[in-house]
């Protein structure tokens, strides 16, 4: 199953702490750690982050045409916002996206491609709030539930023809 959070294993969460005796103690309570802040993760700030997200979201290509959805407007960097941290210390990005028209039907599909982009390439923990601009699309609030439902992304990236079309969106130019 797919998961929106990148979590780290066990062994990224094992901390060795010197014992009232000479041996070592290792420790695996995620709880008592503190979150890396942005500079730890290598960000000079919120803005930085918020620019990197979108430097990996301006190169996806839109489903039906030749163009990326920086090309189109359909995603812009005043669009990333760099939220404060959930109680357990993950941070919170809200991305909001704008369709090329308001009944556009590719707008689950858009949304699930940022989604999958963005987790892909962001390797430390992360909520992700993804969601179309508001009164954007006609049927927003629906595909808004969609694209930030866990099991409905699993079950959509369970599915070969829409995992390789959302693939295509995403890769790379070489």
């Known amino acids: 199953m797919l ?3 990148r979590k780290k294993t ?3 969460l ?3 702490l010197p014992s009232k005796a ?6 695996s309570n995620a709880a ?3 979150a890396p802040t942005l500079q730890e993760l ?5 803005n930085d982050l918020r620019e990197t997200i979108y430097d990996f979201l301006r190169t996806i290509r839109d489903p039906e045409k030749p163009n990326t959805l920086e090309d ?3 995603v812009y960097e005043d669009g990333i916002f760099v939220n404060e941290t959930t109680p357990g210390n993950v941070g919170v990005v809200r991305v909001e996206f704008n369709p090329t028209v308001p009944h556009c039907s590719l707008a689950t599909l858009i949304g699930l491609c940022i989604r999958m982009k963005i987790e892909r390439n962001i390797n430390h923990s992360l909520k992700l709030d993804i969601y179309i601009k508001k009164g954007a699309h006609t049927t927003e609030d629906e595909i808004n539930k969609q694209i930030n439902d866990k099991e409905r992304i699993a079950a959509a990236m369970e599915n070969p023809n829409l995992k390789q079309l959302v693939e295509n ?3 790379e130019e070489e």
Do not use: M, Q, W
């Open 3 to 5: 998961s929106f959070f």
């Open 10 to 12: 066990s062994e990224d």
């Open 14 to 16: 094992t901390t060795v």
């Open 22 to 27: 000479t041996s070592s103690h290792v420790r």
């Open 32 to 34: 008592e750690l503190p």
């Open 42 to 46: 290598g960000y000079r700030n919120a």
């Open 72 to 74: 189109l407007g359909v």
């Open 169 to 171: 969106c995403i890769k």
